[in-house]
C-alpha cells in the first residue's frame, strides 16, 4: 500500500504500466501516475550466454550435431598419412616367374641391419649383375613388392619412392604438416574476422576442389603441392568447427561435446582403416573423404548453419543480432522470459570493438597463457612419436603397422574418456598438470631403465606415454579455446595447433634420417616435458566459466592461489566494537 507522498514504484520487468484512469492508490485525491512519468527498464547489453539461450535448446542441439558430423569425414583427409606413405617390404625385380628363396639369394646381395639389434637381411636397392655375384649395380627393371600391411597401392608403390627416391615420402609428410600449420594460422585469423560462417564455407570449397585434384595427381610433385593446398583447408574446417561448436555452449556443456566430437574423430580413424582394407587404392580412400564433404557445402543454405552467436556481439551487423531476437520472439518456451528483454536493445559500443593490436601487444596475461598452452602443445604432439617407435629403436623390432595405428587410435579414444571422467571433477589445470608429469616420466623410465626392462615392461611404458600425451594434446586446446576472449579465439586456437605442428616435424625429420640420433632426440624432449609441467602451474582455471568475448575479459583470467587461502568471516570483523 503506498501513500501519497510515497514515490511511484517502479517494475523492472517490462510489463505495462497500469491505464491512467486506474488509481495507483485506494487515496481518492492521490493523482495516478502516467505511463510516461515511469523511467525505461535499463537498456542491458547482450551476453554471450543469453545469446547461445535464445536459439533455443532444440535448434542449439542441431547445430552442435552438425558441428560434429564433419569430424567422421575430416579423418580420412588428416589421418590418412600412415597408411598413403607406409613402405613396405621390396626387392629388385627380377626376370621370369616369382622367384624362390634360393633364386633371391643368389640375386640379391646381403645387407648389414641399421638399427641396433637388427640382423639385417636381403638388399633392397642392390643386385647382382646377371645372378653372378660379382659385381653390385642398382635395381635396373623397378622393383617388387611384398605387400602384407595397410594399402596394396599407395604412392610407394605407384611411383616406386624407394632407395634413392625414398627422400620423397619425408618431404611430403612434412609438407602436409607445414600446410595444416599455415591452415591453422591463416584460416584462424580469418575466422576473427571474417566470421566462423564465411571461413567454413570458404575451407570446405577449397576441401572439395583439392581432393579431387589430389586424386588425380599424375606425379609425385603435383601430389605434394595439393596435399599442401589439402591441408590447410582441412585443417581450416577442423579448427573453424572446433570453436563454433564451443562457442555454441554454456559452460556445463563445453566439455561433453567437445568429448563427443573428438570420439567421433577416433571413429572416423577406424572407418579410415575399414576403408582402406576394403578398397585397397590410395585414390580411392582420399576420395571417399572428399565426397562426403560435398554435402556439408549445404551450411551455406540461409538458416542452417547460421553465425556464431557470440561473434556477431563482437561486430556491428546488427540485422543478424535481430534475427536471434526474431527466434526468441518465435519461441513459445522463452517468449515471456524477462531475462531476453536485454535482446531487444542495440549492443552498446564496448560490445563490438575492433581488435585493437598496440592493446593486444600489451595483453601480458592473454600472451602468457598463450605461450604456456602453445609449449606445452609443442612438447605432447612431438614426444607422442617416440613412445610409438621406441620399441624398434631399442629393440630393433618395430610392430606391425596395424598395432601401432590401433593403439594410437585407441590411446586417442581413451584420453578423450579419461578427460570426460576427471576434467570437470579436478579441474582442467590440475589434469593437465597430472597428464604432462605422467608423459615425463614413463619418458625417463624408458629411458633410464631401457637395459633392464623386459618388452612387456617397454610396451607398458610406451602406452602410458602415448596415451597421457594425447591426453596432454586434447586438453590443451580445449583450454586454450575457453582462455582466448572471442575476438581472438580463431587466431589463439590456431597459434597452439600450429606449435603442436611444429613438434609433431620430428616424426619425418627422424624417418628421414632413419632414427639415427633417437635417443638425444627422445633426451631432449623429456628434458623439456618437466619444465612443460612447472609452467602449467602459471595457468588459470577455466572450469564452469563463461566464455571470454574482448582483450579486457581475457585479461581477467590469471592463476589461482596454489593453496586455499584463509577465509575470515568479514561481516563479523566488520562489526564495530560496542565498548569503543
Known sequence: MTTPDSPPLVSPSPCPAPPPSLPSSPVPSSPAPSSSSLPAPPSLPPTGEVMVLALGRKKQRVLIALSILPNLFLAFLLSSDPLITLSSPHHCHLPGPLPSPEVLNASLPWEKGERPKDSGGLSQCKQYVNGSQSPVVDCEAGWDYNVTEGLRNNIVTEWDLVCDQYWLVPVEEVCFILGVLTGCLGLGYAADRLGRSKTLLTSLTLSVVFGVLVCVSPYPSIFIVMRFCLAAASAGVYLTLYITRLELCEPSLRLVVTMLAGLMTVAGELLLLAVALGCQSWRGLLGAGAAPLTLFLSYGIPGVFPES????????????????????????????????????????????????????????????????????????????????????????????????????????????????????????????????????????????????????????????????????????????????????????????????????????????????????????????????????????????????????????????????????????LATPNPET
Open 309 to 572: 552467436p557470440r561473434w556477431l556481439l563482437l561486430s556491428e551487423r546488427s540485422g543478424d543480432l535481430n534475427s536471434f531476437t526474431e527466434r526468441r520472439n518465435s519461441n513459445r518456451d522463452v517468449r515471456d522470459d524477462e531475462s531476453f528483454t536485454e535482446l531487444d536493445s542495440e549492443p552498446a559500443p564496448s560490445s563490438s570493438p575492433h581488435l585493437s593490436f598496440p592493446e593486444l601487444f600489451h595483453s601480458r596475461n592473454i600472451w602468457k597463457n598463450l605461450c604456456v598452452l602453445g609449449f606445452t602443445s609443442f612438447i605432447s604432439h612431438g614426444i607422442s612419436h617416440c613412445y610409438s617407435s621406441f620399441r624398434g629403436d631399442v629393440r630393433g623390432t618395430a610392430p606391425s603397422f596395424y598395432w601401432t595405428y590401433l593403439l594410437s587410435v585407441c590411446a586417442g579414444g581413451g584420453a578423450w574418456l579419461l578427460l570426460w571422467a576427471t576434467v570437470d571433477r579436478c579441474g582442467r589445470r590440475g589434469i593437465l598438470l597430472l597428464a604432462m608429469t605422467m608423459t615425463g616420466l614413463a619418458s625417463l623410465i624408458l629411458l633410464g631403465l631401457m637395459e633392464y626392462l623386459s618388452e612387456t615392461a617397454i610396451t607398458v611404458f610406451s602406452v602410458l606415454g602415448l596415451f597421457s600425451s594425447q591426453a596432454t594434446a586434447s586438453l590443451c586446446i580445449l583450454f586454450t579455446a575457453e582462455i582466448m576472449p572471442t575476438i581472438i579465439r580463431g587466431s589463439g586456437v590456431g597459434a597452439v595447433l600450429a606449435l603442436g605442428c611444429v613438434g609433431r616435424l620430428s616424426s619425418p625429420l627422424m624417418d628421414l634420417r632413419n632414427h639415427y640420433g633417437y635417443f638425444l632426440h627422445h633426451v631432449v624432449y623429456s628434458s623439456l616435458a618437466l619444465l612443460a609441467v612447472l609452467s602449467i602451474l602459471l595457468l588459470p582455471e577455466s572450469k564452469r566459466k563463461p566464455l571470454p568475448q574482448t582483450l579486457a575479459d581475457g585479461e581477467q583470467y590469471r592463476r589461482p592461489p596454489l593453496g586455499r587461502r584463509r577465509r575470515d568471516n568479514v561481516p563479523l
